[in-house]
C-alpha cells in the first residue's frame, strides 16, 4: 500500500512538465492575443461557406434564424445582434455550449456551434459591403 | 490459482465494468459546465489512465477506441466524431508514452495526465480549427488549456489513489 493518504506527491520529473506546458500556454497566450477593437461587421458562417453578414453598429437589433441546412428536419441557431454584441440565444444542438458561450463585441471575437458547424465572427473595417437584410 | 477460462472471463467482465464506467462518466460530465465552453472535467479519460497504469497499453488501448465507438453511436453522434477520436487517442497515446518514465520513476501520474490532457486539448482545437476552416478558434485556446491543466492534475492525483486501490483488490485474491 503506497501512501494513499499522501497528498500531492509530486516528482521532478513533473517540475518540467508543468513548465514546459505552461510556457507553451503562455505563448498561445501571446500569439494569439489581439487588441480588442470595435467590430463593425458580424459575419456568420455555415459548413465553411459565409450564409449572411450584418452590419453591427449600437442602434441595429434583429434577430437571426440560422437553420443547419436548407430543407425539412433542419436544426437552428438563433442569433440575437443588439446593442453592438451578438448573443445565441436558441439552439437545437445536444449540448449547447454555444449559448454558453456569451455575447461578444469585438474584432476577432467568434461564436461556434461544433454540430452545427457555425462560425460566427467578427470583423472590423468599412461596414459598407455587408448586407443588412 | 486460476483456470485460462477463469482468467479469460475476468478480463472481458473488467473490460465490461470498465467501459460502462466510461459511458456513465461522460454522460455525467456533459452536464457539468466548467466556465469555458468545450472544456469538460475529462472523468472517462480517469478509466484509461488507471488501464494505463495497472493492466498496461492493450487494455488501455482497447478503452479508448470502445469509447470512441461508444460515443458515436450511443452520446454524441457524428457531430464529434473527430474531436473525440483526435483527442481520445492523442492522449492514450502520449500518455502510454509518458507512463514509461513513471514507471522509472520519474515523474508522477499528475505529470502523465497532464501530458494527456495537453495532447488532448490541442489535437482538439487543431481538428475544430481545421474543419471550420477558421485559425481564430485558437483565439480560446490558452484559457481552455489552462482549465484542462488543472483539472488533468486533479485526474491524475485521483488515478494515483485509485491504482493503489484496485492493485491492492485486483493482484491480491
Given at each position: 500500500?503506497?501512501?494513499?493518504?499522501?497528498?500531492?506527491?509530486?516528482?521532478?520529473?513533473?517540475?518540467?512538465?508543468?513548465?514546459?506546458?505552461?510556457i507553451m500556454?503562455?505563448?498561445s497566450a501571446?500569439?494569439?492575443?489581439?487588441?480588442?477593437?470595435?467590430?463593425?461587421?458580424?459575419?456568420?458562417?455555415?459548413?465553411?461557406?459565409?450564409?449572411?453578414?450584418?452590419?453591427?453598429?449600437?442602434?441595429?437589433?434583429?434577430?437571426?434564424?440560422?437553420?443547419?441546412?436548407?430543407?425539412?428536419?433542419?436544426?437552428?441557431?438563433?442569433?440575437?445582434?443588439?446593442?453592438?454584441?451578438?448573443?445565441?440565444?436558441?439552439?437545437?444542438?445536444?449540448?449547447?455550449?454555444?449559448?454558453?458561450?456569451?455575447?461578444?463585441?469585438?474584432?476577432?471575437?467568434?461564436?461556434?456551434?461544433?454540430?452545427?458547424?457555425?462560425?460566427?465572427?467578427?470583423?472590423?473595417?468599412?461596414?459598407?459591403?455587408?448586407?443588412?437584410? | 490459482?486460476?483456470?485460462?477460462?477463469?482468467?479469460?472471463?475476468?478480463?472481458?467482465?473488467?473490460?465490461?465494468?470498465?467501459?460502462?464506467?466510461?459511458?456513465?462518466?461522460?454522460?455525467?460530465?456533459?452536464?457539468?459546465?466548467?466556465?469555458?465552453?468545450?472544456?469538460?472535467?475529462?472523468?472517462?479519460?480517469?478509466?484509461?489512465?488507471?488501464?494505463?497504469?495497472?493492466?498496461?497499453?492493450?487494455?488501455?488501448?482497447?478503452?479508448?477506441?470502445?469509447?470512441?465507438?461508444?460515443?458515436?453511436?450511443?452520446?454524441?453522434?457524428?457531430?464529434?466524431?473527430?474531436?473525440?477520436?483526435?483527442?481520445?487517442?492523442?492522449?492514450?497515446?502520449?500518455?502510454?508514452?509518458?507512463i514509461r518514465?513513471?514507471?522509472?520513476?520519474?515523474?508522477?501520474?499528475?505529470?502523465?495526465?497532464?501530458?494527456?490532457?495537453?495532447?488532448?486539448?490541442?489535437?482538439?482545437?487543431?481538428?475544430?480549427?481545421?474543419?471550420?476552416?477558421?485559425?481564430?478558434?485558437?483565439?480560446?485556446?490558452?484559457?481552455?488549456?489552462?482549465?484542462?491543466?488543472?483539472?488533468?492534475?486533479?485526474?491524475?492525483?485521483?488515478?494515483?489513489?485509485?491504482?493503489?486501490?484496485?492493485?491492492?483488490?485486483?493482484?491480491?485474491?
Open positions: 500500500m503506497k501512501n494513499i493518504f499522501g497528498f500531492f506527491n509530486f516528482k521532478k520529473g513533473d517540475i518540467i512538465v508543468f513548465l514546459v506546458i505552461g500556454i503562455l505563448g501571446v500569439t494569439f492575443y489581439k487588441k480588442p477593437t470595435e467590430a463593425s461587421v458580424v459575419r456568420i458562417y455555415r459548413n465553411s461557406e459565409e450564409y449572411a453578414s450584418y452590419s453591427l453598429s449600437q442602434s441595429y437589433a434583429k434577430n437571426v434564424h440560422v437553420p443547419t441546412h436548407d430543407g425539412p428536419k433542419a436544426g437552428y441557431n438563433q442569433l440575437r445582434i443588439e446593442n453592438g454584441t451578438v448573443t445565441i440565444v436558441g439552439s437545437t444542438c445536444p449540448n449547447r455550449d454555444c449559448m454558453r458561450m456569451g455575447s461578444i463585441s469585438k474584432e476577432g471575437d467568434i461564436l461556434i456551434c461544433l454540430p452545427h458547424r457555425l462560425v460566427v465572427r467578427l470583423e472590423g473595417g468599412d461596414a459598407i459591403d455587408a448586407v443588412s437584410y | 490459482m486460476r483456470s485460462p477460462i477463469r482468467e479469460i472471463s475476468d478480463k472481458t467482465a473488467f473490460r465490461a465494468i470498465c467501459l460502462a464506467v466510461i459511458l456513465v462518466l461522460s454522460w455525467l460530465e456533459a452536464s457539468v459546465p466548467l466556465g469555458v465552453p468545450g472544456v469538460k472535467f475529462g472523468f472517462s479519460n480517469l478509466v484509461i489512465l488507471v488501464c494505463l497504469n495497472v493492466y498496461g497499453f492493450r487494455e488501455a488501448l482497447a478503452m479508448a477506441v470502445l469509447k470512441i465507438l461508444m460515443s458515436l453511436v450511443l452520446i454524441n453522434g457524428f457531430s464529434s466524431f473527430w474531436y473525440t477520436a483526435a483527442g481520445t487517442l492523442s492522449s492514450c497515446l502520449s500518455m502510454a508514452i509518458a518514465y513513471y514507471q522509472k520513476n520519474k515523474i508522477s501520474m499528475m505529470g502523465v495526465s497532464a501530458i494527456g490532457g495537453f495532447f488532448h486539448i490541442t489535437s482538439q482545437y487543431v481538428v475544430a480549427a481545421t474543419t471550420l476552416y477558421t485559425p481564430s478558434v485558437f483565439g480560446m485556446y490558452p484559457i481552455a488549456a489552462l482549465l484542462t491543466l488543472l483539472t488533468s492534475i486533479i485526474l491524475g492525483w485521483l488515478s494515483e489513489k485509485i491504482t493503489g486501490q484496485i492493485s491492492n483488490s485486483y493482484y491480491d485474491y
